[in-house]
């Protein structure tokens, strides 16, 4: 006997059931089935409360098409409007009046790009864990193709130091931030294998560090979301070629580092 059912024949049921009952009679419908749609009373009613995060994402997308056909476009000449600059114009000119602090600052974030690195050589060299260093050139591969076809001019008042990285700031790529990136792939491996307070930590002088660049006018702002996201994705395609190439998989997290409590927390 098929167990297929109609979708007519299956609402026509689910209308003779209590309201609790019929809900959860549709939800064990075949996946298969067509939906029927959604109505203005559905979108209305059912929508706000069941799904508020496309809700919002929808009414955000209202106000930033508003905002795009009606805002007076940038002239050619000027150099290009950023929001991150001017949130750190005051912390732009305490760095340009103490040469000596941004140095300092530089050094630091040199520091903590060092760390990135050690992490990813680490996880590959010592733990026997490719898939951070097979993120890192996913996302610097395409950060070099892009960063080349598409060269932003230099944000005016950029404060180069001798002790940054890229060293003595001669010559970058401005999109995207591959520091940034960077201390996205090791943080989010991190947390593949339960080094919370570690991604926390990074999460921090990550953040930090996207201030600074944004007050030295080393990134504009585009460059740093742009590297947040590529981290992400970087991760996820460096996680599908480990689960396809055998020969490149190491043994499965959840096997050499085990759940935390009895809970078996994930």
């Known amino acids: 006997m098929s167990h297929k059912i109609s979708a007519k024949s299956a609402y026509s049921t689910a209308a003779k059931l209590p309201s609790a009952m019929a809900r959860q009679a549709l939800q064990r419908q075949p996946l298969s089935m067509k939906s029927r749609g959604f109505s203005v009373k559905d979108l209305a ?41 001017l949130l750190t114009q005051s912390f732009h000119a305490f760095l340009a009046a103490r040469p000596e602090l941004n140095s300092f600052l530089a050094a630091l974030n040199t520091v903590f790009v060092g760390m990135q690195v050690v992490y990813i050589l680490w996880a590959l060299l010592v733990e026997g864990r490719p898939r951070p260093t097979v993120a890192a050139l996913f996302m610097f591969t395409f950060r070099g193709v892009v960063g080349y076809a598409t060269q932003l001019p230099l944000p005016p008042g950029f404060l180069g130091s001798g002790v940054d990285f890229p060293v003595g700031n001669v010559s970058f790529f401005l999109f995207f931030s591959g520091h940034v990136g960077g201390a996205v792939i090791a943080s989010l491996d991190m947390r593949r294998i339960r080094r919370r307070r570690l991604a926390i930590a990074f999460d921090v002088l990550n953040s930090l560090q996207a201030l600074r660049l944004l007050a030295t006018r080393g990134h504009y702002t585009i460059d740093l979301a742009a590297g947040i996201a590529a981290g992400f994705i970087s991760d996820v395609l460096s996680g599908m070629y480990e689960s396809r190439v055998n020969k490149f998989s190491a043994p499965s997290d959840s096997k050499i580092y085990p759940p935390c409590c009895k809970c078996r927390c994930k």
């Open 45 to 85: 009613s059912r929508l706000p409360r069941n799904h508020p995060i496309p809700c919002l994402l929808f009414l955000s997308l209202l106000f930033f098409m508003g905002v795009e056909y009606t805002l007076p476009m940038v002239p050619s000449s000027s150099p290009p409007l950023d929001i991150g600059f």
